[in-house]
Structures are given as C-alpha cells and as structure tokens.
C-alpha cells in the first residue's frame, strides 16, 4: 500500500484487534488512554507550562496505579463487604505500563517543543502498534513517525533482515532461553 494513511488504518485496526484478544475492556482503557494523551498534548502544545506537563504526568500515573495497584488493595481488602468488594474484579490491561510511558515520552516531547505533530490516527497507532504494546520497548513518537508515515512498500533486504532477526529471536527464546532455565534450576536437567 502506497498510501500511508491506509497503511497506518489497517496497522491500528489489526492492532487494536490483536489488543482486543487479551479482553475488549482492556482496549477500551487503551483507546481512552489515547484519546485523553493527544488532547491533553494537544493543550501542552498550546499552553506549554510546567503544571499543565505535571497534570498530564499526574493523569497517567494515576491510570496506572489504578490498575497496578488498587486493584491488588482490593484484593486484600475483599474478604468483607465495602470498597474492597467493588475493587475485587478489576484486572490490569496487559502491558499499561509500557504504552503508558509512551504516552508520557510523548507529553516531554511535546513539552520540550519537538516538531513531531501526529494525526489522532498516528497518535493511536503510536500507542496501540501491536509489536510493542505488551511488552514494549518503549519507543519515541519522533522515531516511530518517520516509520508510519513512509508511503514506499518494504523492499526485499527489508524482509530479508526481518525474517533474520525473526529467526534469531525464535533460537534466542526456544533454544538459549529453555537451556538457560535449566540451568536457573538445580537438580532439573535440560529435557
């Protein structure tokens, strides 16, 4: 596909159906998450203020240790009745914290007046790409842009050097990984 904003279209749709596996309650966390970043930049962008970055920062982080920590808390506290009941079916979304860093890496850029200014459709994408969503790295919007906005197709040293580090990543996991755990546990041998 030659056009980018069909390329980025079909990128988020496949992301957010890979996201929605993991439960449709954690892509509608996500898409919210998305939704109030690019505003709350949006705003950065135009008031661009230390409390109006700490305020963004603050949203985040109380997302995140909505998910990362009261619902534990309430885990705890749900052998009687009251707000520990009510918390007790709250699950983490797989991999917030990375796509909320994200978000947060993007708020600094924003704030220290970087030039990258994303569609909602790039912004969502930034935050949903299905290769890092769960379990990162955490990646720049200034240095995924470029990449969702290139109309050009992979060429065939592209997929040649795709498919090399794919299959050395699938040697590093199923062969060193299995022999570096049996090593972690004594008395069990390599099987």
């Known amino acids: 596909m030659r056009n980018p904003r069909y390329r980025q279209t079909l990128l988020l749709a496949a992301s957010y159906l890979f996201y929605a596996s993991w439960g449709v309650i954690f892509l509608a966390v996500l898409i919210a998450s998305s939704l109030l970043n690019y505003v709350w930049g949006r705003l950065l962008r135009r008031v661009p203020t230390v ?3 700490w305020a963004g920062i603050a949203l985040n982080v109380l997302l995140l240790g909505f998910f990362k920590y009261l619902a534990p808390l ?3 506290l749900s ?3 009251g707000l520990g ?3 007790h079916g709250i699950v983490m979304p797989v991999g917030i914290s990375f796509w909320t860093f994200q978000a947060l890496s993007y708020l600094f ?3 220290r007046q970087e030039e990258a200014e994303p569609s909602l459709r790039e912004f969502c994408l930034y935050l949903a790409f299905w290769p890092t969503v769960l379990s990162g790295p955490v990646c720049r919007l200034p240095e995924m842009l470029p990449q969702f906005r290139n109309g050009s197709p992979p060429t065939w040293d592209d997929l040649s050097s795709g498919m090399q580090r ?4 699938l040697f590093m996991k199923l062969v060193l990984a299995e022999l570096l755990d049996a090593g972690i546990r004594p008395g069990q041998g390599v099987s």
Request: aromatic letters at 6%; proline letters at 0%; a negative charge.
């Open 51 to 53: 409390s109006c970055l």
């Open 74 to 76: 309430a885990s705890d």
């Open 79 to 81: 052998s009687g009745a």
């Open 85 to 87: 009941h009510m918390l």
């Open 109 to 111: 850029d924003v704030y």
């Open 166 to 169: 794919l299959i050395l990543g």
